[in-house]
């Protein structure tokens, strides 16, 4: 089992710029792929973001955040990160990271084992 703790969130104006981070304890962090995924107010499901593969050779976005966001890993500092520009009201959630016990990347929940504790994200209009 890998721990996960994410950080960085908080409180943004429309058009701004995040990055956030995701550290991991516990595991060899470079056999693990990774994704982000975000719980909406309201919504009754995690949705998700983004993915990228045990070395960062491969990634997969959302609809919704290509083009605008970038995730990348540092394998030596066992971190994942979030790079989200132009943030838009819409992204306002609770994002978590995630890790899947293969090398391979995931879009589904259900395809991850360890889940961080979600931080929040609010982009003010």
């Known amino acids: 089992q890998v721990r996960l703790v994410a950080s960085g969130g908080g409180l943004v104006k429309a058009g701004d710029a995040l990055t956030i981070s995701c550290t991991a304890s516990?595991?060899?962090?470079?056999?693990?792929?990774m994704g982000w995924f975000r719980q909406v107010p309201g919504g009754e499901r995690r949705e998700f973001v983004a993915?990228?593969?045990?070395?960062?050779?491969?990634?997969f976005y959302a609809d919704s955040a290509k083009g605008r966001f970038t995730v990348s890993r540092d394998n030596s500092q066992n971190t994942l990160y979030l790079q989200m520009n132009n943030l838009q009201p819409e992204d306002t959630a609770v994002y978590y990271c995630?890790?899947?016990?293969?090398?391979?990347?995931?879009?589904?929940?259900?395809?991850?084992?360890?889940w961080g504790r979600g931080i929040q994200v609010t982009v003010s209009s």
């Open positions: 995630a890790a899947r016990r293969v090398r391979t990347i995931g879009v589904r929940a259900d395809l991850y084992d360890d």
């Open positions: 516990g595991r060899t962090f470079g056999d693990y792929a």
């Open positions: 993915t990228i593969s045990h070395i960062g050779g491969t990634t």
